[in-house]
């Protein structure tokens, strides 16, 4: 049975689409004709990105050549976008869409095949976390919030390394869509793949000597990240939305207190009151780690740089 969330998003995308056809025909051109016309009259391909960090990266790939439009504004979770009619018309007339499937259901059902690209697929991804008892015992939990058919982990943009592959490939995807600017877009690439490479030999060095390897989050984000950097994640939840039961809570804790871990980490966006419960019963003390799902203060490096330091502090390392 579709759930109130998912039935919402299917009327909203069904009268978007309606309104789409009777503006197609009133003259407005497809998205290849809209796209091809705005290279051939010298101005900027219009590009559309999902969220922050992927919004971070086609504008550094993208550069002067494009006009890059984030669908989601900060400080609102990626998960709980709704697409207005004028987002799903950007979408339609795009010269591509910058995404990872599974994130934002709304925008996977609205974009369009031959003018998006799934950063996904340029890596190699890690299995999901694994989905605990209280995790899936509320009934449409998982559904809501857009992970029913994931079997990998959408956060790929914590790995520098991996964030880098996919600076390349979108750099040739940027190039087939706009070929009057293909080299812009390849160097520019090329120089941002060598800064998070640069990135991802600092997480590497500031990582390598610590007391403890265990993260314990307030949901499972850091996967990629501690994949790379050989780090042990441990979840309070799967989900940002959903409550742990006092089992889990009461698990974790005694993992935590197992391996001397010091600092339970919070986020941004999400409430900090679980964690610091999990923190009082541990004798722990909370610090944010930030998944970067929102525009940050600074941002994409900047931000990578303040977690790299406050995994420092918590996990006692010395660089």
């Known amino acids: ?123 190699t991804t890690i299995p999901a976390g694994e989905h605990t008892e209280e995790e899936g015992a509320e009934e449409g939990a998982e559904e809501e919030h857009g992970h029913e058919e994931l079997s990998y982990d959408p956060h790929l943009w914590l790995d520098p390394a991996r964030l880098a592959t996919v600076a390349t490939k979108l750099g040739e995807r940027l190039a ?28 590497t060095k500031g990582l390598t000597t610590c007391k403890t390897r265990t993260l314990v989050t307030a949901h499972e984000a850091f996967g990629y990240l501690a994949d790379r950097y050989k780090l042990k994640q441990v979840g309070i939840t799967l989900d940002p939305e959903t409550e742990p039961s006092p089992t889990r809570l009461s698990e974790v804790a005694k993992l935590a207190k197992a391996e001397g871990v010091t600092t339970i980490f919070t986020e941004s966006l999400v409430s900090p009151k679980v964690a610091e419960v999990l923190a009082a019963q541990v004798g722990a003390k909370t610090a944010v780690l930030d998944p970067l799902e929102s525009k940050p203060s600074g941002d994409y490096l900047s931000a990578m740089r303040d977690n790299l330091k406050t995994l420092q502090t918590a996990l006692g390392c010395t660089a």
Do not use: N
Not at 176 to 203: I, M, N, S, V
């Open 176 to 203: 087939a869509a706009d070929p009057a600017h293909a080299q812009g877009y390849k160097d520019r690439a090329a120089k941002t793949a060598a800064t998070l490479g640069t990135l991802d030999q600092e997480f």
């Open 1 to 123: 049975m579709m759930s109130g969330f998912s039935r919402s998003r299917a009327v909203g995308l069904l009268a978007a689409a309606a309104l789409l056809t009777a503006t197609a025909a009133c003259g407005s051109g497809s998205a290849e004709t809209a796209a091809t016309s705005s290279s051939a009259d010298g101005g900027k391909a219009e590009v559309v990105a999902a969220f922050y960090p992927l919004q971070w990266l086609t504008e550094q790939v993208g550069g002067s050549d494009a006009s890059v439009t984030g669908l989601t504004a900060p400080g609102v979770e990626p998960h709980d976008l709704e697409l207005s009619i004028q987002q799903v018309t950007e979408l339609k007339d795009a010269a591509l869409t910058v995404y990872i499937k599974g994130i934002q259901p709304a925008v996977d059902d609205a974009v369009e095949p031959d003018t998006s690209f799934d950063a996904a697929i340029a890596v």
